[in-house]
């Protein structure tokens, strides 16, 4: 159980593309997702926490026009990358916390974006 | 506020030997804390938890940390290290149930034959 997908696992875009990736819980609910970025070697960053059916909160320094999240549902969070830039190539990392029972986030794999 | 402080970028242990990586946290109020394991290119899966119930807790794959209040650690351990055990390691903390996680930088474990 505590299932996490991502969708897609790596992504290559041209330089002032949008690109979207997707967040699913799988076999339970999240009352709230989060969005983080990982560079080569490093730690986690969150960028973001999205609870269902309202706005994102973003942390400082993340451009919110830049980075969109929609949480359409309690099993979906969406991040779209705007006018992507080689800058924004990282890796992308979502994690959901169940509505009951659990302390702890749920990871997904992880979506490996580059931006040429 | 929360922070974690890992010692120790790079952790190198014979296998079989004694798995020790270090995690400090500063947390302004009682702490959840939790050790994240990341494979090459995945996402990071839970090692174990500590949510203010037994001090000593123990995890997957042979793993267990303690909750030191007075040391502000939570240190992982592992007494005999396995080849596969290979991989980073991340102690996060955070302030309540379902609260955002803060990282620290994270240990890289290598295993040597």
């Known amino acids: 159980g505590a299932v996490v997908s991502q969708h897609p696992s790596w992504v290559i875009c041209k330089s002032g593309t949008s690109v979207k990736i997707e967040c699913r819980s799988l076999d339970f609910q999240a009352t709230t997702m989060f969005w983080y970025r990982q560079f080569p070697k490093q730690s986690l960053m969150l960028m973001a926490t999205?609870?269902?059916?309202?706005?994102?909160?973003?942390e400082q320094g993340v451009e919110k026009d830049k980075f969109l999240i929609n949480h359409a549902s309690l099993t979906l969070s969406t991040l779209t990358v705007t006018s992507a830039h080689p800058e924004d190539s990282s890796f992308y990392i979502c994690?959901?916390?169940?509505?009951?029972?659990?302390?702890?986030?749920?990871f997904g794999p992880g979506t490996r974006l580059t931006v040429t | 506020a929360q922070s974690v402080t890992q010692l120790g970028s790079h952790v190198s242990v014979s296998e079989g030997a004694l798995v020790l990586l270090r995690c400090n946290y500063s947390s302004s109020v009682p702490p959840y804390l939790f050790w994240y394991v990341q494979y090459p290119n995945q996402g990071l899966q839970l090692l174990l938890k500590?949510?203010?119930?037994?001090?000593l807790v123990k995890g997957i794959n042979g793993f267990e940390a303690e909750f030191k209040k007075s040391e502000t650690s939570f240190h992982l351990t592992k007494p005999s290290a396995h080849m596969s055990d290979a991989a980073e390691y991340f102690c996060?903390?955070?302030?309540?149930?379902?609260?955002?996680?803060?990282f620290g930088t994270g240990t890289r474990l290598a295993v040597r034959p």
């Open positions: 996060a903390v955070s302030g309540s149930s379902g609260d955002k996680l803060t």
């Open positions: 500590y949510t203010s119930a037994a001090t």
């Open positions: 999205s609870n269902e059916g309202s706005k994102a909160t973003y």
């Open positions: 994690s959901a916390h169940p509505i009951a029972g659990a302390y702890e986030q749920y």
